[in-house]
């Protein structure tokens, strides 16, 4: 890029940090449902404690079920799952009963369900709630890493086996290019 060659962004500012891998929170609401709630807007925040964020707006179903219970699994679907992922995100729990969409199954550590066929999940509880503008950024306490047998290792998943959802906007998600691409060593 030479220099001078940028010009002012018009589009919403965020539009540049996309595509981002999608999750599904699972959270417990009041009087006993389950919701789920697509998010891209998250990110590791620490290894120790082993921290997640995930930005909730504040008028989404999501935000009051965290509120009334502080638990919740963040599963990451495979791409296959787009469909589902927007339909997911297109309708709010409050009116529809998000859960049946879905195959869920216990976890292991925390009382709330996780998505059935998930590529990985992260079983969690609220450790920490930021408000920002009109989101609260929710830091969950990472309790337990699961992945699907053999789509994983300790770099993380391979990508010539599986691919996850990149939300770029609105119905747009991108896969993962399979081949990497390495930086030259110094």
């Known amino acids: 890029m030479e220099s001078g060659s940028l010009v002012k962004y018009e589009g919403k500012f965020y539009r540049l940090l996309h ?3 999608t ?3 699972v ?3 009041p009087g006993g449902r389950v919701n789920l709630m697509p998010a891209s807007w998250n990110t590791p925040v620490s290894e120790d404690p082993p921290t997640v964020a995930v930005a909730v707006d504040k008028s989404a179903y999501t935000h009051e079920c965290l509120q009334y219970h502080k638990r919740a699994t963040l599963n990451v679907l495979p791409i296959e799952a787009a469909d589902l992922i927007y339909r997911l995100g297109s309708v709010s729990g409050r009116e529809v009963d998000k859960s049946a969409a879905v195959k869920l199954e216990p976890s292991q550590y925390v009382d ?3 998505v059935a066929g998930a590529l990985a999940v992260y079983e969690a509880e609220v450790y920490k709630e930021v408000e920002v503008g009109e989101v ?3 830091i969950f306490r990472v309790v337990a890493t699961w992945a699907a047998a053999g789509v994983a290792d300790q770099w993380g998943f391979d990508f010539k086996k599986v691919n996850i ?3 770029g906007a609105g119905r747009a998600f991108y896969r ?4 990497p691409v ?3 060593k110094s």
């Not at 993962?176 to 081949?179: Q, S």
């Open 136 to 138: 609260v950024l929710y």
């Open 165 to 167: 959802p990149l939300h």
């Open 176 to 179: 993962v290019d399979p081949r």
């Open 19 to 21: 595509p981002r891998p």
């Open 23 to 25: 999750l599904v929170i």
């Open 182 to 184: 390495f930086a030259k």
């Open 27 to 29: 959270s417990k609401c």
């Open 112 to 114: 709330v369900p996780r």
